[in-house]
């Protein structure tokens, strides 16, 4: 069985060459999207290192990695961001990263999304008061973000972000459907789940005092229920998280969002002008239709998957 959680950021750092490092992450992508990922230069590196390159598969940038520079002395910092994690088709093939000279782990963030309302706010908040983020110490910290429009969502931060542990939980129903724009705007429901109803508990891990196995990969559930308490009381009761199962939902979305936003703002002028030419669709369509691909869109993924 797959487990409920999934990794949402992986960054590790290695003594290899760039390219045995990409060589390396194509096991991870699997057959059908491993082949396709290549690099493109970016114009300067991050945090001292002087140069980068995305990380590209089928158009969507699904990381980065820093590198050059003698400060650095020979490290590659390689990111797999959320949204490349999603496309992720076989975590077991991180092998191949962690047999790269000098391989570490930087910092894995660890995700479980529910779909029926089993987390909130409310439950977050009443758990943070109850103990349950305190692991010995002092209880750490919660930080409140709200917003006037509740389609905005909520979240709550707990500890620090600099440390090696770091809790966010928001209300992903409503970051999803803001990031479809207009096709969102009246979204009550997505894959028949209320928006209100879904909600994303991450524990961020990061090496600032302490290294991290790279067994947090394959057991993944074990870290994320040991983070904290209150973690570990989700796991006996959730439902699999059906958005690591079906990656291309988002990218079906937001090419469907886009084209809503076209019939809108140009459906009435485009249907006049198809009665002009006598519905002759095609003598519209070239004259409307550009050379190259959409940056966002791109971006976004839609060329990833199949659309209806």
């Known amino acids: 069985m797959e487990p409920k959680v999934s990794v949402d950021w992986l960054r590790f750092r290695t003594q290899a060459e760039v390219r045995a490092g990409l060589e390396a992450l194509r096991p991870m992508f699997g057959p059908t999207l491993g082949p396709l990922l290549s690099l493109e230069s970016l ?54 990263v962690e047999s790269l000279p000098a391989a570490e782990i930087r910092r894995v963030d660890l995700a479980l999304t529910t779909w029926a309302g089993e987390v909130s706010i409310e439950r977050v908040e009443a758990a943070h008061a109850s103990g349950g983020f305190t692991c010995g110490g002092r209880p750490p910290n919660m930080k409140a973000i709200d917003n006037s429009d509740p389609r905005k969502g909520r979240t709550r931060y707990v500890g620090q972000r600099d440390s090696d542990k770091f809790f966010r939980g928001y209300e992903k129903g409503f970051e999803m459907a803001g990031g479809l724009g207009a096709l969102g705007a009246d979204m009550t429901h997505i894959d028949g789940h209320r928006l209100e109803d879904i909600f994303r508990c991450e524990v961020e891990l990061k090496t600032e ?80 239709v550009g050379d190259k691909h959409n940056a966002d869109l791109l971006a976004a993924g839609v060329l990833m998957v199949a659309h209806d």
Request: net charge negative; proline share 5%.
């Open 209 to 288: 005092s302490r290294p991290i196995p790279w067994e947090v990969i394959e057991r993944r559930e074990q870290y994320f229920a040991g983070s904290y308490p209150f973690l570990a009381e989700l796991l006996p009761e959730v439902e699999c998280d059906i958005l690591l199962r079906r990656p291309e939902r988002m990218p079906q979305l937001e090419l469907r969002a886009f084209l809503a936003n076209c019939k809108r703002q140009y459906g009435s002028a485009l249907f006049t002008a198809l009665t002009c030419y006598e519905g002759d669709i095609g003598r519209v369509f070239e004259q409307i």
């Open 43 to 96: 114009p300067r590196g991050k945090d001292g290192f002087e140069q980068a390159c995305a990380v590209i598969a089928g158009g969507l940038a699904v990381g980065r990695v820093d590198f050059g520079g003698a400060a650095m002395r020979g490290w590659a910092r390689w990111n797999v961001t959320g949204q490349g994690c999603g496309w992720v088709q076989d975590w077991n093939a991180v092998e191949a």
